[in-house]
């Protein structure tokens, strides 16, 4: 009986390997049709003020077009820091949701100030629908774009606008056929993995993601904002406080006035 056993082990572990090895084999012919040598990609920040659009367009070389299209899946992992927000209300529109599936690593504060937020990371799966082929020149194109906004910050006695950086998100492929909408319970514990300079591959379910590019996360777009000047905080307060009374006292005499109205008619 126990000979028995560990031969069914044995036997586990083989059909283990050649699933591995066939997995790799198809990934790996992904990751051949969307690399470096193939892909071309411009990108851009638009929309002055608090509230940007990040767009994004690819542009891949292929002689096998057909497989990109059934088979090859592509994520985009950005990360942001407290001085961003994005607002998972507004990602669900169909302006956006029709482009991609999206994840958040936790909950996003919309309203909460820089120095009481923290770092996120925001997950976009793309989908193969908006992925647009020419059969003829053998090159294909995604264009899209997220939307991201910039917290206000607490006023300073340095400066009057805080600038601060936003890296370049990730780029990653995998011919995954799983339900990629499944894989939310791994996108949540991505901030040590995401961290790392350059990820070859990471396994997760039945799926190998890798990224593509490393030159596609390393330029930085540089932004600011506006702040308050703290010097001037001892007059602004007491003036805000004082028109927040006189604003209050207003609206209180003026419901004494449509109630006295109201009296006068019943009478």
Known sequence: MLIKLKIIFKLFLIGQNIITILTNEITNRCINL???????????????????????????????????????????????????????????????????????????????????????????????????????????????????????????????????????????????????????????KLNEKFDAEFIKDFFFKNCFWTEISEDFSENEFELAVPVGNANFSHIVIPVTLGFLIILALYVSNLFRKKSLEFSIKDD
């Open 34 to 188: 969307i690399n470096p040598t193939t892909l071309r990609y411009e990108k851009n920040i638009d929309n002055d003020g608090f509230h940007k659009n990040y767009k994004i367009n690819l542009q891949i070389n292929t002689n096998d077009i057909d497989y990109l299209k059934n088979y090859c899946n592509l994520m985009i992992v950005q990360k942001f820091n407290s001085n961003f927000y994005v607002d998972e209300f507004e990602l669900r529109q169909s302006i956006y949701n029709q482009a991609f599936l999206f994840f958040l690593s936790q909950k996003v504060n919309t309203e909460s100030i820089e120095y009481r937020s923290e770092s996120f990371m925001l997950v976009l799966i793309i989908k193969k629908k908006i992925l647009s082929c020419d059969q003829q020149s053998n090159y294909c194109n995604i264009s899209f774009a997220y939307p991201f906004h910039l917290r206000y910050h607490a006023p300073s006695e340095k400066y009057l606008n805080q600038r601060f950086k936003l890296n370049s998100p990730r780029l990653l492929a995998s011919d995954c056929n799983e339900d990629l909408s499944m894989q939310k319970e791994f996108f949540f």
